[in-house]
């Protein structure tokens, strides 16, 4: 990437990052460059207006500043806004981020409260619902369910692996759960960041 193109890119990131004011409990939706993994996750998930997104995060106040929770990596981290951004890919031109706004903000305190708790907490890298370990989508969705008394926010819809065009398992998921030593959890009930983005409980008010 050459230096005008950061440059570019940066700029652009400011002039749209400055039109939105963040707020805690906001959730933060992009679109990363993780290869084949990535390029599975598009093919089987759709988010707003038709978007790809890849990860998301939640905004939360520390201390003087906003952060975001995120689970990336082996683990749950508080990282800065901008590191957030930082990763985010532009893909057919589109806007490399979103951010989803809580019609209800109510559930914000103890969302972010939670979320803030498991910081540290190992990353889940079979996709197994509630097994002590978080994926980025599943982090913020167990959140906001605690803040509203266990009832669900953003539903959870069955995971598929398979590619659309072949009806088979995409081989990177299949080399995937063999390397982690799980079998591949088709129809089990998960979350994505491109199903939440078109939750009906967020406002889009930044892209």
Same mark, same amino acid.
């Given at each position: 990437?050459?230096? #005008? !193109? ?10 749209? !990052? ?6 805690? %409990? @906001? ?5 990363? @460059?993780?290869?084949? #993994? ?5 093919? *089987?998930?759709?988010?707003?207006? %038709? ?8 905004? *939360? ?9 995120? /689970? ?33 903000? !109510? #559930?914000?305190?103890? /969302?972010?409260?939670? /979320?803030?708790?498991? *910081? &540290?907490?190992?990353?889940? @890298? ?12 599943? #982090?913020?969705? *167990?959140?906001? =369910? ?13 995971? !598929?692996?398979? @590619? ?16 982690? &030593? ?7 009930? %998960? ?11 967020? =406002?889009?008010?930044?892209?």
């Amino acid at each position: 990437m050459s230096r #005008l !193109t950061v440059f570019l890119f940066f700029l652009s990131l400011a002039q749209a !990052t400055a039109q939105v004011q963040l707020k805690a %409990g @906001d959730i933060l939706f992009e679109d990363i @460059d993780c290869g084949p #993994l990535c390029e599975a996750i598009r093919k *089987v998930t759709e988010g707003h207006k %038709g978007r790809d997104f890849a990860h998301c995060a939640l905004v *939360v106040q520390s201390a003087d500043t906003l952060a975001v929770v995120e /689970a990336i990596g082996n683990r749950v981290q508080m990282n800065a806004v901008s590191t957030f951004m930082a990763r985010a890919t532009r893909t057919n031109g589109a806007p490399a981020y979103a951010v989803g706004r809580m019609r209800d903000n !109510t #559930l914000v305190p103890v /969302a972010a409260a939670f /979320a803030k708790a498991r *910081v &540290g907490e190992p990353y889940d @890298d079979p996709f197994i619902p509630d097994n002590g370990r978080w994926y980025c989508s599943e #982090l913020i969705q *167990v959140a906001y =369910r605690e803040a509203n008394g266990g009832k669900e926010v953003f539903p959870s819809a069955p995971m !598929t692996f398979k @590619d659309p065009a072949t009806g088979q398992f995409f081989p990177v998921w299949v080399d995937y759960y063999r390397d982690i &030593g799980y079998p591949i959890p088709e129809g089990i009930p %998960g979350i994505n960041p491109g199903l939440m983005s078109r939750s009906e409980q967020l =406002r889009i008010v930044g892209e």
